[in-house]
């Protein structure tokens, strides 16, 4: 049987598969786009890395992108550097997003984006 | 088959669930870097997990050490036994955050440009291709699951995991889209490697138009709106085997693939026309396609 979702786990969902219609929904909805899932975890934390209208639409929702990743520290600005996608990460920054945050190995975006070999990033990255 | 708990990866969002178990998107905590985590829950007696399942798992294994670039990697697989009757298995999957359907929102108009669609289209059927020489079959293709890394590169997920999925499926309704899938899928007469074909002609079509070719919303009406455009198959073309008679569909002339993807090229129009093929033993295989003139054109 279908479990009913709650939700904070229905937006993470949505945000992780880049179902920017769905998130646009529940947000309208007044789901609260900082609250946590299930796993702790906030949509923009979880958000399909690639889909920047959608990092967009969470962000202007008032998302906050300097969450850490309780596990590992990585901020959503760690992540969208470590997979290489630009435009999210200019997005990112546009909105406040910390380009000197630090994860739990002391690495900060610019770094992990250097060990993925994601030359455009690190060149951007570099400036701040 | 490791007999160790999952720990090392750690679950951050639910991303899709079904008759079957549960899909996570994780954390890796050695590496840092998010995961596909596919679990199937299996029920086991004193000989341990089924011979249907291990097979499958092995055929996965074994496809993983070609390393070919066109799918995602299969980098741990875990058993955790949760009673004495079931066992869950879980498969992990590297993951990729960019799917082909945020590929394509993405796109400003007018659209991609063809040398990019050639290029999509190329690493998609290497990846279908190497699958079918392994006589894997997708069965699911569609945008979703069809990934795109930073760097363009193409990789296919969800494979193989059909049939570990359908020997142990509840039978749960789960939605699933039609809109990707072939004639002889909807007749419900039995089927092969070319079911992908037909996916990857409805892809091809889609990254053109950056919307779906056929929107059917429920098998009949998708047969509808397939037949609307190929045509209504002849009589000797239709096959015996089947429940649904050719006489529920209006009979309709093949209308020119043109008027449904303008932006295609002469070549490409081919090509689509030779997937989109009512007769699974006329489409083109994945080899085939690949020789096709469109990619040198």
């Known amino acids: 049987m279908m479990k009913r979702m709650h939700a904070e786990d229905e937006l993470t969902k949505a945000a992780a598969t880049g179902n920017t219609c769905r998130v646009q929904f529940l947000l309208s909805n007044r789901v609260n786009v900082n609250n946590v899932n299930t796993f702790g975890r906030t949509p923009i934390q979880v958000m399909m890395m690639g889909n920047t209208p959608l990092a967009h639409l969470l962000l202007k929702y008032g998302a906050d992108p300097n969450l850490p990743d309780p596990g590992t520290g990585s901020t959503p600005l760690h992540d969208a550097a470590r997979a290489g996608f630009m435009d999210t990460v200019q997005l990112l920054i546009l909105f406040n997003a910390d380009p000197n945050a630090t994860d739990h190995c002391n690495l900060r975006p610019v770094d992990v984006a250097r060990q993925a070999d994601h030359v455009d990033v690190v060149e951007f990255l570099s400036r701040f | ?240 085997d089947v429940t649904l008679s050719r006489q529920n569909f209006s009979p309709q002339n093949p209308q020119p693939i043109t008027d449904c993807v303008p932006e295609i090229s002469e070549k490409g129009a081919e090509l689509l026309l030779e997937m989109l093929t009512f007769d699974p033993l006329k489409r083109i295989s994945a080899f085939n396609a690949l020789d096709h003139p469109f990619f040198t054109e």
């Open chain 2, 1 to 240: 088959m490791e007999q160790e708990s999952v720990v090392q990866y750690e679950p951050v969002a639910e991303i899709g669930g079904g008759a079957y178990g549960t899909v996570y998107k994780a954390r890796d905590r050695d590496s840092g870097q998010f995961v596909a985590l596919k679990s199937v829950r299996v029920q086991t007696n004193q000989d341990g997990l089924p011979l249907s399942t291990v097979r499958e798992v092995a055929l996965l294994k074994r496809l993983e050490q070609f390393d070919h670039p066109n799918i995602v990697r299969l980098m741990d697989v875990c058993a955790t036994l949760r009673t004495d009757q079931e066992t869950k298995v879980t498969l992990v999957f590297e993951h990729v955050d960019q799917d082909l359907r945020t590929y394509l929102e993405k796109v400003p108009a007018p659209g991609l440009p063809i040398q990019q669609i050639r290029d999509l289209m190329q690493q998609l059927l290497c990846g279908l291709a190497f699958l079918h020489s392994n006589r894997v079959l997708h069965r699911d293709l569609k945008p979703e699951n069809i990934l795109v890394t930073s760097r363009g590169q193409v990789k296919l997920a969800d494979f193989g995991l059909a049939r570990i999925y359908s020997c142990h499926m509840v039978l749960t309704p789960v939605v699933v889209t039609l809109w990707y899938r072939c004639p002889e899928v909807l007749l419900q007469t039995t089927y092969a490697t070319p079911v992908d074909i037909w996916s990857t002609g409805c892809i091809f079509a889609e990254m053109f138009r950056r919307t779906p070719l056929f929107c059917g919303e429920s098998e009949v009406d998708q047969l509808g709106k397939i037949f609307a455009v190929i045509g209504l198959p002849s009589e000797e073309e239709w096959p015996n």
